[in-house]
Nanobody, 124 residues
Framework: QVQLVESGGGLVQAGGSLRLSCAAS????????MGWFRQAPGKEREFVAA????????YYADSVKDRFTISRDNAKNTVYLQMDSLKPEDTAVYFC?????????????????WGQGTQVTVSS
């Protein structure tokens, strides 16, 4: 059974940076796609970024492209989301999710396993 545990959220001023981590366990993740999603109060959960575990190829939402970077550490079974130049509109609960096979996707219900989420708050 896949377990995903996020960490690294917090409060930061606009223009600052945070790095989120997602520790994955319970499977061999070679074939997996890992995604980051976020959900702000009163809004639907939305795609942020995804990475193909085997190749490291990445895919971003337009709203975070050039500001956020997704990466993975195979030895630690951990996926990261480096968030730079943060804006107040980035405030949300951020979730890590996994999808057992390619292709990469921005669709929420194509991801099978989810973490509990970590709060990111960006003050203006």
């Amino acid at each position: 059974q896949v377990q995903l545990v996020e960490s690294g959220g917090g409060l930061v001023q606009a223009g600052g940076s945070l790095r989120l981590s997602c520790a994955a366990s319970g499977r061999t993740f070679n074939t997996y796609v890992m995604g980051w999603f976020r959900q702000a109060p009163g809004k639907e959960r939305e795609f942020v970024a995804a990475i193909r575990w085997s190749t490291g190829s990445a895919y971003y939402a337009d709203s975070v492209k050039d500001r956020f970077t997704i990466s993975r550490d195979n030895a630690k079974n951990t996926v990261y989301l480096q968030m730079d130049s943060l804006k107040p509109e980035d405030t949300a609960v951020y979730f890590c999710a996994s999808k057992p096979w390619a292709p990469m996707s921005r669709i929420v219900n194509q991801y099978r396993d989810w973490g509990q989420g970590t709060q990111v708050t960006v003050s203006s």
